[in-house]
């Protein structure tokens, strides 16, 4: 970013069950988005930056919907982040842009609504989530079943009996340069549990193993349905970060979640 004008910016940190992300008004405060890609590197590093899975800006499009716009702590861009799209619904309502409770929120996965909870919590509507048949692939010379899913993000789901010592990112790695994703993908690793509940732990492309993934709870949830392991209406997925609802039967879905402010702040960007 050399001979760039140097310039400050506020920011939010704010977390969905441990999946943190730095918040940007790009509608109140000029932002270069062209420099988020290398901001998002910088930013996110925890022992040089705020901290983060990644930035997220907030934007408007031309017909006045608010828009998501995110980028992973390598710099890739995302295109869709349940966790992340809870938390920018708090973020717009602080911001003064949510003139209801139920609105939406335009993604490059497509336009999803979002309504804000009296008890903190945001449910976020995430379409339809697909699931297909599981496949076996081979990881480091060892075959593994994984379903594979899209819930507006590619992703590969296991189910395991102990997900404490699930080899996550060591697989979770090796499957980012393997030649079924030329993209990388969600690698999630599901342990079901009795009365409809899952614990989960994801290797999220572009960020590593986070506390949480809403997008990877809501295939994990739907694959685990298929396979007879989620009967009822509602599935609780309990992620290292807290615990996620995923609510329907597919395969339109919804994820119910916390989403809190961390702390504010404001950063230079300079050359």
């Not at 949510?98 to 903190?120: C, H």
Request: proline share 4%.
């Amino acid at each position: 970013m050399a001979g760039l004008i140097p310039m400050r910016v506020s920011f939010t940190k704010m977390e969905g069950c441990g999946n943190d992300y730095i918040y940007i008004d790009g509608i109140a405060q000029p932002f270069p988005v062209e420099w988020a890609p290398e901001l998002a590197k910088e930013w996110s590093s925890y022992h040089f930056g705020i901290g983060a899975d990644g930035l997220i800006v907030l934007t408007r499009d031309h017909d006045g919907t608010l828009r998501m716009q995110m980028w992973n702590a390598d710099g890739s861009r995302g295109a869709m982040c349940g966790n992340g799209l809870r938390c920018l619904a708090r973020f717009a309502e602080a911001g003064g842009y949510a003139t209801s409770e139920s609105f939406v929120v335009a993604t490059d996965s497509g336009t999803r609504a979002v309504q804000l909870k009296d008890n903190g919590a945001v449910r976020i509507e995430m379409g339809e989530v697909r699931c297909g048949d599981e496949r076996q692939i081979e990881v480091n010379g060892q075959s593994y079943g994984f379903v594979l899913g899209d819930a507006g993000n590619p992703h590969a789901v296991t189910f395991v009996e102990d997900i404490d010592t699930a080899p996550v990112e060591e697989i979770g790695a090796a499957l980012q340069a393997h030649e079924l994703f030329p993209s990388g993908v969600n690698v999630g690793f599901a342990q079901p549990l009795v009365c409809d509940t899952l614990r989960l732990r994801v290797f999220e492309r572009g960020s590593g193993e986070t506390l949480a993934c809403g997008t990877g709870a809501a295939v994990a949830a739907r694959a685990a349905r298929l396979a007879g392991n989620i009967e009822g209406l509602i599935a609780q997925v309990d992620v290292r970060g807290g615990t996620l609802a995923v609510i329907g039967d597919g395969p339109l879905l919804a994820i119910e979640g916390p989403a809190r402010t961390v702390f504010t702040g404001e950063i230079e960007l300079s050359s």
